[in-house]
C-alpha cells in the first residue's frame, strides 16, 4: 500500500514538474541561440572593423604612394626614355629649322640674283647718261663760249652784234643757247634720278648680301647644334649603357654637384668682407684707370634705357638673352622636372657661346665637374655674387681678377656633353644673383631692355614707360 502511495506521489510529482522542466530546457536553447547570434554578430563587426583598418590602411597607402611616386611620375624628363625623346623632338625641331633656313637662303639667292641684274642695268643706263650727259655739255660748251663774256660767264650781247649772221638768225641762236641750258638741266636732273634709284638697287643688294651671310651663319651655327645634340644623345646612351638605373645615378650626382655650389655660396657669404676687402687692396698693384673701371658700378648703371627708367640694373646680361628664356626664378615647371628649386634665370644660347662676367670682381669657384654640372662663381664689390652654370669650357680661375664683359667661359647645357650635368634640356646658360648670401631673382638685377619683349615678366612691364 505504501509502495504504491509513493508511485502515486511520484507519478503526480513528475506531472507537476513537467512543464517547468520543458520551459528550463526550452529557455536554455533560447539562450544558446541568442549567444550564438551575438556570437555571429561580433565575428562580423570585427570582420567588418578589421576590413575598414585595411581599407584606411590601403589608403594611406595609396595616398603616400601617390606623394612618393606623383613626382617621379610628373618629374617625365627626369627618365632616360624621355630624355631620348627629348633629344628625339629638339633633333626633328632642328631639322626642321634647318630646313626653313636653307629654304630662305635659296630664296635670298634668287633675289640677288635679280637685284644683280637690276643693278647692272641701273649701272648701264647710269653709264649712258653720263656719257650722254657729258657730250651734251661739250657741245652746249663750245657753241654757248662763242657768245659769252670771258669776265662776266654770261652770254654776251655785243659778241651776237659782231657777228655776220643777220639779226634774226642771232635771235635763233640765243633761243638755241637757252635751249641747250634747259636740256642741260634736264639731263643732270635725270642722271641724278637715274644715280638715286642705281644707289637704292645697290643698297638692297647689299642688305640681301648681309642677311644672306647671316642665314648662312644661322646654318652654320645650327648645323653645329645638330652634331652636338647627336653627339650628346650618343653620349648620354654610352654613358648610362642604356640603362635606367644608370641615368638615375647621374641624375643624383648632377643634383649633389648643384647642392655643392649651393654649400659654396653659404661659405661664400662668410667671406664678402674678405673679398672686399682683397679688392680694395688691389689698388697698389694697378694703375688708378684700371682700379676706377674694376670697381665702376656707374659704367653698369649707365646702360639703363628709357623704357625703365626707375630701374638702374647692377649687373650686365653675360651673354645675349635675343633667342629667348627658356626658365624664370622659382620656375614651378623646374621643380616638377628636377624635384628642386630653381634659383637661376635659364636663357637659350647656342652650345659654346661665349660667356662674360656679368660685373667687375673675383673667380670665387671655376669647378670643372667633366660630363657632370661644371660652374663658375663671381664675387663683385658690395656683397653681391653670381653664378654661371653648364659651362662646356673654363677659362678662368680661382683668384683671377675680371672686369664686367671680360670672357669667362664657354656655355653648354646639351645632356651628355661637357658641363652640362644631367639635370638640363638643352643648350643654356644658368645664371645666378646672390645679394649678401641671399638669392635673388637675377631680373631684378638686370637690364631689361636686353630681352625680348615677350619674355619680359608682366611685373617688369607695369613698370615700362609706353614709348
Do not use: C
Not at 624664370?328 to 636663357?347: E, I, K
Not at 631680373?443 to 631689361?448: K, R, S, T
Amino acid at each position: 500500500m505504501k509502495i504504491l502511495k509513493l508511485i502515486s506521489f511520484v507519478l503526480a510529482l513528475a506531472i507537476l514538474t513537467t512543464p517547468f522542466v520543458n520551459a528550463a530546457i526550452e529557455r536554455e536553447g533560447i539562450f544558446d541561440q541568442a549567444s550564438k547570434t551575438v556570437d555571429a554578430l561580433l565575428f562580423v563587426r570585427n570582420a567588418i572593423d578589421e576590413k575598414y583598418e585595411t581599407y584606411l590602411n590601403s589608403a594611406g597607402r595609396v595616398d603616400q604612394i601617390v606623394a612618393d611616386k606623383l613626382p617621379l611620375l610628373e618629374a617625365k624628363i627626369n627618365t632616360l626614355s624621355a630624355q631620348l625623346r627629348n633629344f628625339d623632338e629638339n633633333l626633328a625641331r632642328e631639322k626642321v629649322n634647318l630646313q626653313n633656313l636653307q629654304d630662305q637662303t635659296k630664296a635670298v639667292q634668287l633675289e640677288l640674283i635679280d637685284l644683280g641684274e637690276l643693278t647692272e642695268m641701273r649701272e648701264v643706263e647710269l653709264d649712258r647718261s653720263q656719257d650722254l650727259l657729258n657730250e651734251f655739255i661739250r657741245i652746249a660748251y663750245a657753241e654757248t663760249m662763242q657768245y659769252t663774256d670771258w669776265e662776266t660767264g654770261e652770254v654776251s650781247t655785243l659778241k651776237f652784234l659782231f657777228t655776220d649772221e643777220s639779226l634774226a638768225d642771232v635771235e635763233t641762236k640765243k633761243s638755241y643757247l637757252d635751249v641747250l641750258q634747259n636740256v642741260s638741266a634736264g639731263l643732270i636732273l635725270d642722271l641724278q634720278k637715274k644715280q638715286a634709284d642705281y644707289e637704292k638697287v645697290k643698297a638692297s643688294l647689299l642688305a640681301k648680301r648681309g642677311e644672306l651671310i647671316l642665314l648662312q651663319q644661322e646654318i652654320l651655327l645650327r648645323t653645329r647644334e645638330l652634331e652636338k645634340m647627336r653627339a650628346g644623345k650618343q653620349a648620354l646612351l654610352n654613358e648610362t649603357r642604356g640603362q635606367e638605373a644608370q641615368y638615375r645615378k647621374l641624375v643624383e650626382e648632377s643634383k649633389r654637384q648643384q647642392l655643392e655650389a649651393l654649400a659654396e655660396i653659404n661659405e661664400l657669404k662668410s667671406q664678402l668682407g674678405v673679398i672686399d676687402g682683397k679688392l680694395k687692396t688691389l689698388k697698389g698693384s694697378l694703375s688708378e684707370e684700371d682700379f676706377a673701371r674694376l670697381l665702376e658700378d656707374q659704367s653698369i648703371a649707365s646702360i639703363a634705357g628709357v623704357i625703365f627708367p626707375n630701374r638702374i640694373p647692377k649687373v650686365l646680361w653675360p651673354a645675349s638673352p635675343a633667342r629667348g628664356i627658356t626658365a624664370y626664378y622659382h620656375d614651378s615647371s623646374y621643380v616638377t622636372r628636377f624635384g628642386v628649386a630653381h634659383q637661376a634665370v635659364d636663357f637659350r644660347l647656342t652650345q659654346g657661346s661665349r660667356v662674360a662676367a656679368a660685373a667687375p670682381g673675383i673667380v670665387y669657384k671655376a669647378k670643372d665637374n667633366g660630363y657632370g654640372y661644371s660652374y663658375i662663381t663671381i664675387a663683385h664689390p658690395g656683397g653681391l655674387a653670381t653664378v654661371y652654370g653648364h659651362i662646356s669650357k673654363i677659362l678662368v680661375k680661382e683668384g683671377d681678377i675680371v672686369r664686367a664683359g671680360d670672357l669667362i667661359g664657354l656655355s653648354g647645357g646639351i645632356p651628355g656633353t661637357k658641363g652640362a650635368g644631367y639635370m638640363t634640356t638643352g643648350a643654356h646658360l644658368h645664371f645666378e644673383v646672390i645679394d649678401h648670401g641671399e638669392h635673388a631673382d637675377p631680373l631684378d638685377y638686370l637690364p631689361l631692355e636686353k630681352m625680348r619683349l615677350d619674355d619680359i615678366p608682366k611685373k617688369y612691364l607695369d613698370e615700362a614707360v609706353e614709348l
